[in-house]
């Protein structure tokens, strides 16, 4: 969720359907970096029973797809309530005739 609205503050006009895809990014991120830094299947058997390999490279592709988007979305609807709320707390209350 946080990473969702951080990417719809830095780019409010971004359309939600490409914000969507930033947990696959974030997880072919990590599963590079855990492929990159071993060397064997050993190593990567024995890096993911040691708790010795990156948190966000232990998620399963499903993990990525339900709980990510289901994060990213809930974010996205987050940072637009609020920067919604914020814009009229500026304008101040509505004028009286």
Do not use: C, F, N
């Amino acid at each position: 969720a946080v990473g969702g609205g951080v990417a719809q503050a830095l780019a409010p006009r971004a359309k939600p359907a490409v914000l969507l895809l930033a947990p696959l990014v974030v997880g072919l991120v990590a599963y590079g970096q855990a492929m990159t830094g071993l060397t064997s299947h050993d190593e990567l058997l024995a890096a993911a029973y040691t708790s010795a390999m990156w948190g966000p490279a232990l998620a399963l592709p499903l993990h990525y797809a339900s709980a990510g988007v289901a994060g990213a979305a809930l974010g996205i609807g987050i940072a637009r309530t609020a920067r919604a709320s914020g814009a009229a707390v500026e304008m101040g209350p509505p004028a009286t005739a």
